[in-house]
């Protein structure tokens, strides 16, 4: 089979692909091509894969070509994050909902010329929900709650989930849409999301930086480490159609995590002095948009595809930890660590 991943040179991008390529199969078909399409090329190691295809520059300019190269199954990944698309309107817009359209519109093509319908798992988000004053927003969002976004990043994603149900109302494609919680721990530098800060307050302390908290210690969210994503990813892809009971957009396990219990892990497995150089200080920016987010989230309909949340945030901790150790360049991202 043949697959395509947009933003796969991204961080969840990479890890579903060196996820795929180690399993050789999906959903019972072995993965002869995997297309990665990303602004920036892959990984060298992804390269050096001969079933690894790159596809690089933006994807709205890539989907034209995209018309002539049928695929059997896609994991629409690519997307402007949620405070890019805060700053600038347009950027959203662009990266957002007209390449998703145009990708989408390529899709069909292929298949009014001819080729199979293909699978697509469009990356969702928990940012669909928000805060309405006709529709309070309930302690812990679930599959039926009500989106009603409060970010253009949320309302995006939202209208992406309309677009892939009627597309694939209309079999152009064989669509369902899965909400991602907040991934953390990332590595690398911060990106442009709101939600950064929750991967820095980890993530710099263990380097032996500085890092900063634009929120108080109480707020609440649902997060997932990366290999439960990736794990989601999957898992979404290879259910059937009946698995959804109609409905194709799903949320993904969450572990539902404060501010304090993430730094209360952090001491629990790197130390006090770790902890210690995380300090507070409040950007409204940032705040006012996380204010709109849930505070916890439920994932029934994900449960009984056999998916579930992370154990505990010290788990979450300890896998980025893990991960790092067997990087290459995995020491510089530990050096604050005390052994």
């Known amino acids: 089979m043949k697959l395509l991943i947009t933003g796969g040179a991204g961080f969840v991008g990479t890890r579903l692909a060196q996820a795929l390529l180690a399993r050789g199969t999906l959903a019972g078909r072995r993965i002869e091509t995997l297309v990665l399409a990303d602004q920036v090329a892959p990984r060298a190691e992804l390269l050096a894969d001969p079933r690894v295809k790159a596809r690089t520059g933006a994807l709205l300019a890539q989907c034209a070509a ?177 698995a959804f009971h109609g409905r194709l957009a799903m949320n993904l396990p969450a572990l539902n995590v404060c501010v304090g219990q993430m730094l209360d892990a952090l001491e629990e497995v790197a130390g006090r002095a770790v902890r210690e150089r995380v300090r507070f200080e409040s950007d409204e920016r940032i705040a006012g948009i996380v204010a709109n987010w849930p505070k916890a989230a439920d994932a029934a309909r994900a449960a009984r595809l056999g998916l579930k949340p992370d154990g505990s945030f010290t788990d979450i901790v300890r896998q980025y930890i893990a991960d790092c150790e067997a990087a290459p360049d995995g020491a510089a991202a530990l050096k604050g660590l005390a052994r």
């Not at 907040?182 to 307050?201: D, L």
């Open 66 to 242: 995209l018309r002539d190269e049928p695929f059997d199954g896609v994991f629409h990944l690519a997307s402007a994050v949620s405070g890019e698309c805060e700053a600038d309107f347009e950027l959203g817009l662009r990266s957002n909902l007209d390449s998703t359209r145009a990708l989408f519109d390529a899709l069909r093509a292929t298949v009014q010329h001819g080729a199979p319908v293909p699978r697509l798992v469009f990356s969702s988000s928990v940012a669909v929900f928000g805060p309405d004053a006709a529709v309070p927003l309930p302690p812990r969002v679930a599959d039926d709650t009500l989106p009603a976004p409060q970010t253009s990043y949320g309302t995006h994603k939202l209208m992406c989930e309309y677009l892939l149900a009627d597309y694939s109302r209309k079999g152009f494609i064989d669509g369902r849409a899965a909400r991602l919680m907040t991934v953390t721990v990332r590595p690398g530098r911060p990106n442009g999301a709101a939600s950064s800060f929750f991967s820095g307050i980890i993530r710099e302390p263990l380097a032996g930086d500085e890092a900063v908290c634009p929120v108080s210690a109480n707020v609440c969210h649902p997060v997932a480490s990366p290999a439960r994503t990736v794990e989601g990813l999957i898992a979404v892809y290879e259910a059937s159609r009946e």
